[in-house]
């Protein structure tokens, strides 16, 4: 984390403002403030970022791309609102398009006053991020000691966002494993989750308000099919994802039968399956890089 703290990543995104706060934005990047030497670098690829800057009001164009970008971020992350319509509307607040402040879409980690926001007020806001940034940080060490507090919820449509975001963190992950970005996990969007609540079950692990684990599954023909169980990278091999399983398994108790799968050479989701008492039936070819294993147990 000393690293982080030394040179912490920034990526800022223009919601809708007038541009008078993005302006004070570039110009701690000038000679006369020059963040960059203090180690504050400036990043256009959410993934690599700690700190998300927000200048600008929320409009009905910039809240899914804000969501995006946030969802796309690694733990622990902070979201910094630059400027008075960033964190209330502004003077913009009772527009027709306008949904308000940065906290209407995303949580707010520190509000930054003005209008437009001076460049020392900016920089003493991400100051201020750093010291959130380490405190979650702690936060997240300390969970695996603290799993007995995870809920076990149905999840509803709402949570969507939420779980395509950690689907795609975690689907990011099995990528690399495989080498091979064309997961359906990485390319389903948005839309097409929220329509696969209308036929699936859909179960959430929850963690300080925060969801860090899913798992879907639907009925047909007394067989419950099991799939996208996913684990926040930052809270794997405590048994979480073995717990989702036995909660979607309860879901479906007229179910006699169970059916996943699982990309080889994805070691640990075979591992998993396993430990659930599952047994490969069937192998098939996805791509050059992947094959599907597909796993069954019965009833007991």
């Not at 906290?103 to 930054?112: C, E, L, N, T």
């Not at 108790?253 to 008492?277: H, I, S």
Request: proline share 5%.
């Amino acid at each position: 984390m000393s690293g982080f703290t030394k040179s912490p990543w920034i990526i800022h995104y223009d919601a809708s403002s007038c541009n008078g706060c993005d302006i004070e934005v570039l110009a701690c990047l000038t000679p006369i403030f020059d963040v960059e030497r203090l180690g504050v670098v400036n990043t256009g690829n959410p993934k690599h970022a700690d700190i998300f800057l927000v200048t600008g009001a929320v409009n009905e164009q910039s809240r899914d791309v804000i969501r995006n970008i946030y969802n796309q971020m690694p733990e622990p992350k902070v979201v910094v609102a630059v400027g008075t319509c960033a964190a209330s509307g502004g003077i913009f607040r009772e527009c027709y398009n306008i949904s308000g402040g940065v906290d209407s879409v995303i949580p707010v980690d520190v509000y930054v006053p003005g209008c437009a926001a001076r460049p020392e007020a900016i920089v003493d806001g991400v100051v201020q991020g750093l010291g959130v940034l380490e405190q979650k940080r702690l936060e997240m060490k300390a969970a695996p000691q603290n799993t007995d507090q995870i809920l076990y919820l149905r999840a509803e449509k709402s949570d969507a966002p939420g779980i395509l975001g950690l689907q795609k963190t975690a689907g990011q992950c099995e990528a690399e494993i495989y080498n091979d970005d064309n997961l359906p996990a990485l390319q389903q969007t948005l839309e097409e989750l929220q329509n696969d609540f209308d036929r699936a079950t859909h179960i959430k692990a929850v963690m300080n308000d925060k969801i860090i684990g899913s798992v879907r599954g639907q009925a047909r023909d007394g067989t419950a099919y099991v799939s996208g169980v996913v684990v926040h990278p930052y809270y794997q091999r405590h048994k979480i994802g073995r717990r989702l399983v036995a909660e979607i398994e309860k879901a479906f108790p007229n179910a006699k039968r169970f059916e996943a799968f699982t990309g080889r050479p994805n070691v640990r989701g075979l591992q998993l399956l396993g430990q659930a008492g599952y047994s490969e039936f069937k192998t098939e070819p996805f791509t050059p890089a992947i094959a599907w294993v597909y796993l069954q147990k019965e009833r007991k």
